[in-house]
């Protein structure tokens, strides 16, 4: 798996939470953690590190999260200067930085990869509304990193993540009833479908590799 970032620092917390309008929500919750953990990317402009162009993080943000311009978080830009600013660390805006370096991944491999995540997430959505559609875009490109899925979205827990796919995308959710680590069951599903497989064990049980796609995410 290619890493468009590597998060070595770790922002996130529920902080953003409070210019909501709901801050019991759990997805506010968690889309406030996403959003502020993704500042953390050293390699990618923020566009990059959340899946989302600047006018739709605008929205989103303004959206889900009114107060925060009146407080002088950009809608747009990176907040990871702002970031730094409030934890006195000193790490600068990196809002102009060149385009991620995908190594020997080629863009357009990983960006079809992205949307056939963004398909499968989309066709087990439990509704029209916008919500599916945020944390389509948002994990489909965290899948894009090595890191546990979880921990790169700047998530507390595997169980967080575990509830917003339960709550958007429950037929989704309830076919991983093997509790298989999630980034492993998406590309499984999406092997499935192309009916590729790049694994020769005849069950999971007896494969060497069963450690690496069950079991706790640490």
């Not at 989103?60 to 934890?87: D, I, K, Y």
């Not at 916008?130 to 507390?156: D, K, N, T």
Request: net charge negative; hydrophobic share 35%; with cysteine.
């Amino acid at each position: 798996m290619a890493a468009i970032c590597l998060c070595g620092i770790h922002w996130g917390g529920d902080w953003l939470v409070r210019y909501s309008v709901r801050p019991r929500d759990p997805d506010i919750h968690a889309l406030a953690r996403i959003l502020t953990h993704r500042c953390a990317c050293p390699d990618a402009p923020y566009r990059h590190a959340l899946g989302l162009e600047p006018g739709e993080i605008q929205a989103v943000t303004t959206h889900f999260f009114p107060a925060a311009e009146e407080a002088g978080w950009p809608m747009a830009g990176c907040w990871r200067r702002h970031s730094a600013e409030s934890s006195r660390t000193g790490i600068p805006c990196h809002d102009q930085s060149p385009d991620p370096d995908y190594g020997r991944f080629s863009r357009s491999l990983l960006e079809q990869e992205e949307q056939d995540l963004c398909r499968l997430f989309l066709n087990h959505a439990s509704g029209k509304g916008i919500w599916p559609v945020i944390f389509a875009r948002l994990i489909a490109r965290a899948c894009m990193e090595p890191e546990h899925l979880w921990m790169s979205l700047g998530l507390e827990e595997r169980g967080q993540l575990s509830g917003i796919l339960t709550r958007h995308f429950p037929p989704l959710a309830a076919r991983n009833d093997r509790d298989m680590r999630w980034k492993k069951f998406f590309y499984k599903l999406l092997c499935d479908e192309e009916n590729v497989w790049t694994c020769t064990a005849s069950s999971c049980e007896i494969c060497p590799h069963h450690p690496e796609c069950y079991g706790p995410e640490a």
